[in-house]
T-cell receptor, first 114, second 114 residues
Framework: GESVGLHLPTLSVQEGDNSIINCAYSNSASDYFIWYKQESGKGPQFIID?????DKRQGQRVTVLLNKTVKHLSLQIAATQPGDSAVYFCAENIMDTGRRALTFGSGTRLQVQP | DSGVTQTPKHLITATGQRVTLRCSPRSGDLSVYWYQQSLDQGLQFLIQ???????AKGNILERFSAQQFPDLHSELNLSSLELGDSALYFC?????????????FGPGTRLTVL
């Protein structure tokens, strides 16, 4: 598959461990955030989103935490599996202005060791 | 498979040339988004169309243009190509005009400018 972002920060975890991927966002006015997963050779895939009136949201095996004070977002993956190996991007948006353009972070590569 | 199709999968061309990338959204989706993913710039939103009309513009160069046709497929035209235009170009579609959490990405077109 194709490789994008050869110099991305990489997080290597053992299968079954929990993973935490971090993201610092840039705009204090952003009020909507998304995590995407991108597997090699594929387009990004929506994982989970969170609005700024929340500080935590849980999905299936994933949890997103938002700390607006320090403009920090994290994605926690429980019981990481080999299929979780991918590049993970956070994205931010300002909903109030009606902006429909997301600003993406540079991504983190997650490698799951069997 | 997201249901979004993009052609061609790969495209190799020379500087100064013009190319057209094509996207067919998921059945029933009215909104099409174009993104560029390059090694140095990461993932960037270019432009969005909704039901044939331009809805939002991002970091799209003047050498680039797009349109959405009555059958809802979209084309991204890139002209006077430069080496720096080499990237993955993704199309995404959604039912409505602002639903990022319902945005489905296609597999991308890899453009190489020599």
């Amino acid at each position: 598959g194709e490789s994008v972002g050869l110099h991305l920060p990489t997080l290597s975890v053992q299968e079954g461990d929990n993973s935490i991927i971090n993201c610092a966002y840039s705009n204090s006015a952003s009020d909507y955030f998304i995590w995407y997963k991108q597997e090699s050779g594929k387009g990004p895939q929506f994982i989970i989103d969170i609005r700024s009136n929340m500080d935590k949201r849980q999905g299936q095996r994933v949890t997103v935490l938002l700390n607006k004070t320090v403009k920090h977002l994290s994605l926690q993956i429980a019981a990481t599996q080999p299929g979780d190996s991918a590049v993970y991007f956070c994205a931010e948006n300002i909903m109030d202005t009606g902006r429909r353009a997301l600003t993406f972070g540079s991504g983190t590569r997650l490698q799951v060791q069997p | 498979d997201s249901g979004v199709t993009q052609t061609p999968k790969h495209l190799i061309t020379a500087t100064g040339q013009r190319v057209t990338l094509r996207c067919s959204p998921r059945s029933g989706d009215l909104s099409v988004y174009w993104y560029q993913q390059s090694l140095d710039q990461g993932l960037q939103f270019l432009i969005q169309y909704y039901n044939g009309e331009e809805r939002a513009k991002g970091n799209i160069l003047e050498r680039f243009s797009a349109q959405q046709f009555p059958d809802l497929h979209s084309e991204l035209n890139l002209s006077s190509l430069e080496l720096g235009d080499s990237a993955l170009y993704f199309c995404a579609s959604s039912t409505t005009s602002g639903s990022f959490n319902e945005q489905f990405f296609g597999p991308g077109t890899r453009l190489t400018v020599l």
